[in-house]
């Protein structure tokens, strides 16, 4: 039987989740032996090349590239997990919903104390640059999402126990302190 | 300014537990609590900057900003809609030119959204510097600016008689009608005052006081249904230097508006209730905590506790019993439901936050100002008066065995007949539809106990209000079938949480909304099945909130899902398991629009 294959990306998240899911030591290896990577940043496969089976999602959706790879995620993968906080709520990035764009940006690029050198009073408007979204959105209002592992980020021993359950089909070991977050 | 405010502050006695008081005054003579008078207060309470704005950012009708010499707030109350609200609100906004939650250029009128002000039988209503208006009409809004561009004073301004009984006192001097459409023991007219203190009272120990109202089984009037002989006797029982007696006349439910009528025509068996409270359980003083909305009744109100004091049924020795003291005095609250809560509403006597306390310990051991204190409903206290007066046997000879006595209700909505009943528990819903002249043909639903209570279909007007069936604090709200019950009723209700949470709980603050949100995207027709399935679980997590509020918030929306389930699955699509109501053109308009870009969308 081929092995099971995991997507994995970074949407509005600090790749912090990905170095949670490093974080399983030496069951990197075992991990290795049980799964296929696909599309992610740990094996730098930029795109799709097959249907995978469970794609981790850390990171909301804050621009419009965000908003297109989580659809191609949801295209490509059977299950789909929310990866911490930001995936789940929005987390720290979501802290500008209750401001308006515009502010941000000019906050950013023109009144900021930290602007410098931004003589012309440009705010970036390059086509080629994703287009900012009005607030930051949980991934499970972009998409269906179907599990989701808290914690910022979630421990590593959380994702491993949940990627196992995926694998094997058993039921998840949810001992205390995983879920533990103080 | 600077003299008056030091008035005000002199006159509570520099006394941090009055800051409500403080502000309310500050808030009435100037329109607005400055930043300067923020200051001054702080200074001369000995309190900091953070305790006083703490307070005073946490009601409704305390303002940082001028509200406008006239400051008109416009119940937003399901009732005032079904009443014809909309019409009255676009009114409003074009014959001052601004929208609500703004004030005019010139300073003059300020117009504001309100929670239900308890007037629900004569909607659409509105309080214009602190004055009931009743029965509005996009007419009678056109005259009233006109009024107040005039100059009249909010007196001239009343264009109907005065409304019935005591609401003509040259004290109260309101259009507010009782609408009194039943009575029973407590709204009777054959009261004589002072009678059971002097008759009863002074041959009975306070332990003879309690045992008579156990005996009567009569269970708390204000929604909770504690019995109120137990109540008594906890606080009898419990250690402290000083008891108090609190009632409670918040009256925030919307719907609920029976225990306005009844401060308005019965307030002297309510205080002979408080002071036989006082007696039974030992305390010495009582305090009526009163909704701001009722301002309007404050001067009278004060008046016949005069009398009551000119006439021994206040004060020292009361009634010639040797050694018993008691005096009342009334706390108006500043604008939030949550305060009808009790440990919220002790809080906020003391001059604080209305955020509810962790229970136990409950009032009755640690109540205000961390003494026992016993908490009851207006038509609790008066009921008590009745039961001592007739005996607790009798009062178990009216209602059910298990529900004894009488309940005064609030009704309103759809029927001939508006107003307050007070009837024996047990009558069934088709009997106050009957009664009320509702057209039954006509009726959807019937909300029974206010947001907080049961949406019901007509399947169910068969079943009876008593404490173990349809248990109510005693709103009841008869919606016909001209309403759209999801988005003219259950959103209404819904919102009115999310407006009025104390936001201690992250449950109560969060799920509340985002059940809010899930409904509307029903509404939308972008729902499916598992939204439905998902309001109906979300509504178990907010029981774990911390106060009544918050575990009753999902109400609404979860008894309309139990008894209405057909409306919520004519709008969700059977087929899909995912929906989002995520539009992307939408989402980067903003932004795009900030940074002179043209989306490009694929
Ligand atoms: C959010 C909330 C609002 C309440 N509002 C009122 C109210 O307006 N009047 C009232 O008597 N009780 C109200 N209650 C119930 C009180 O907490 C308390 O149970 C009651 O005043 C006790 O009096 P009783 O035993 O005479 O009913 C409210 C409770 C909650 C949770
Ligand atoms: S959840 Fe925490 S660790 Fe993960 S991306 Fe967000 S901020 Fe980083
Ligand atoms: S349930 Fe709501 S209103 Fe009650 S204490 Fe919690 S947050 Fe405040």
């Avoid at chain 2, 007419?139 to 009984?165: A, C, H, P, T």
């Avoid at chain 2, 025509?265 to 205080?271: A, G, Q, T, W």
């Avoid at chain 2, 209570?453 to 007509?458: A, D, K, V």
Wanted: aromatic share 8%; charged share 25%; proline share 4%.
């Amino acid at each position: 039987m081929s092995k099971p294959i995991v997507a994995t990306t970074s949407l509005a998240g600090c790749f912090g989740c990905h170095m949670s899911l490093l974080d399983i030591d030496e069951r990197i290896l075992d991990l290795i032996e049980l799964v296929e990577f696909n599309k992610s940043p740990i094996d730098d496969i930029k795109t799709f090349t097959k249907q995978c089976d469970i794609g981790l999602i850390e990171g909301g959706c804050c621009n419009s590239e965000n908003i297109h790879v989580l659809k191609d995620f949801r295209k490509h993968c059977k299950i789909l997990v929310s990866l911490g906080e930001c995936a789940i709520m929005g987390g720290l990035p979501a802290l500008r919903n209750g401001i308006a764009i515009k502010e941000c940006l000019d906050e950013a690029y023109l009144n900021g104390p930290t602007v410098r050198d931004n003589d012309k009073q440009i705010v970036p408007n390059d086509d080629e640059l994703p287009m900012l979204l009005d607030k930051v959105y949980p991934c499970h209002e972009i998409v269906k999402i179907d599990y989701y592992l808290p914690g910022c980020p979630p421990r590593a021993d959380l994702i491993w126990n949940a990627l196992v359950a995926l694998v094997t089909g058993d039921e998840m070991k949810l001992p205390y302190e995983v879920i533990k977050f103080d | 300014m600077a003299m008056q405010l030091e008035n005000i502050i002199e006159k509570y006695n520099k006394d941090k537990t009055r800051l409500m008081d403080i502000l309310i005054d500050v808030q009435s003579e100037e329109g607005y609590i400055s930043e300067d008078a923020i200051k001054k207060i702080a200074g001369e309470l000995d309190i900091s900057l953070a305790d006083v704005k703490q307070t005073m950012s946490f009601y409704h009708f305390f303002s940082d900003k001028p509200t406008g010499k006239y400051t008109v707030y416009l119940n937003d109350s399901v009732v005032a809609y079904m009443m014809g609200r909309q019409k009255v609100k676009e009114a409003f906004e074009k014959e001052t030119g601004i929208k609500f939650g703004e004030v005019t250029p010139d300073g003059l009128i300020g117009l504001f959204d309100t929670s239900c002000i308890g007037m629900n039988d004569q909607e659409p209503a509105a309080l214009i510097n602190g004055k009931v208006f009743t029965d509005l009409t996009p007419f009678r809004v056109k005259e009233i600016i006109q009024d107040i561009r005039d100059g009249k004073n909010i007196e001239e301004m009343y264009r109907s008689d005065l409304g019935e009984g005591e609401n003509r006192n040259e004290l109260v001097r309101s259009v507010v009608r009782n609408n009194i459409r039943r009575i029973g023991p407590v709204l009777s007219k054959d009261y004589i005052p002072g009678r059971v203190i002097k008759e009863k009272l002074t041959s009975m120990t306070p332990e003879e006081v309690i045992h008579e109202i156990k005996k009567s089984n009569i269970r708390g009037r204000g929604g909770a249904g504690f019995p109120t002989g137990l109540k008594w006797e906890f606080c009898r029982k419990a250690k402290g230097e000083k008891k108090y007696i609190f009632c409670n006349a918040d009256e925030g439910e919307p719907g609920t508006f029976k225990d306005r009528v009844i401060l308005t025509e019965r307030p002297k068996l309510l205080f002979e209730g408080m002071v036989i409270a006082g007696y039974a359980v030992g305390a010495t003083e009582g305090i009526v905590y009163i909704r701001y909305e009722y301002m309007y009744l404050k001067k009278y109100l004060e008046s016949i506790l005069q009398g009551a004091r000119d006439r021994n049924l206040l004060g020292k020795n009361i009634g010639g019993i040797e050694g018993f003291n008691f005096d009342i005095r009334l706390q108006f609250g500043a604008g939030a439901y949550v305060c009808g809560e009790e440990s919220a509403l002790i809080e906020s006597a003391e001059g604080k936050r209305g955020e509810p306390r962790d229970r136990p310990p409950f009032p009755v051991e640690k109540g205000y100002l961390d003494q026992p204190t016993v908490v009851n409903n207006v038509e609790t206290l008066c009921s008590a008066v009745k039961i001592l007066l007739n005996g607790g046997e009798w009062y178990t000879t009216l209602g059910t065995a298990n529900s004894t006595g009488t309940k005064v209700l609030s009704i309103s909505g759809d029927c001939r007949y508006p107003g307050v009943y007070e009837v024996e528990w047990g009558f069934s819903v088709k009997d106050i539809l009957e009664m009320t002249g509702a057209d039954q043909e006509d009726v959807q639903a019937v909300q029974v106990g206010g947001p907080s209570g049961t949406l019901i279909g007509p399947k169910e007007f068969n079943r009876l209000l008593c404490y173990h069936d349809l248990a109510t604090g005693g709103s009841l709200i008869i919606i016909g079938k001209q309403h759209n019950l999801l988005k003219d009723i259950v959103t209404n209700f819904t919102q009115f949480f999310i407006n009025e949470s104390c936001g201690s709980c992250s449950t109560c603050r969060n799920i509340t909304f985002q059940m809010k949100e899930k409904l509307e995207k029903i509404l939308d027709g972008k729902g499916i099945e598992k939204d439905i399935d998902d309001l109906v679980e979300w509504g178990k997590i907010l029981k774990v909130s911390r106060c009544g509020l918050g575990q009753t918030s999902a109400n609404p929306i979860v008894t309309s899902i139990r008894n209405f389930r057909h409306l919520y699955d004519e709008l969700v699509a059977g087929d899909k398991d995912f929906e989002s109501e995520f539009d992307l053109s939408e989402a980067v308009k903003a932004s795009c629009d900030a940074t002179g870009r043209i989306p490009v969308l694929n």
